[in-house]
């Protein structure tokens, strides 16, 4: 899987502050794409609809996330880098 194009394409979309993409078990498939997105405060934010549209427009298939979450903020470390287990 390639999480940090996904990440940085969501990234570009107005009313996103943050993405983080990962990697999550699928039945049908083995593994699947889901987005953790940050919205941007002050703007009108987009819907997981609009996100995965984007995605779909701009890179393959495989690529869109399956799921959309939106969440307040990142699970962060003491030196800023995302805790990324945290986000199942």
């Known amino acids: ?6 990440e940085e394409l ?4 107005t009313g996103v502050s943050e993405a983080v993409v990962v990697g999550v078990p699928d039945d ?5 794409l889901k987005a953790f997105v940050v919205h941007a ?3 009108t934010n987009p819907t997981a609809d609009d996100i995965c549209q984007h995605v779909a427009a701009n890179l393959a298939r495989f690529k869109v996330p399956r799921e959309v979450v939106f969440i307040d903020e990142l699970p962060r470390n003491a030196t800023g ?3 990324r287990a945290q986000l199942t």
């Open 28 to 32: 049908e498939f083995g593994a699947r």
């Open 41 to 43: 405060p002050g703007v």
């Open 10 to 13: 969501i990234e570009r979309i």
């Open 1 to 6: 899987m390639f999480p940090r194009e996904v």
């Open 81 to 83: 880098k995302v805790l």
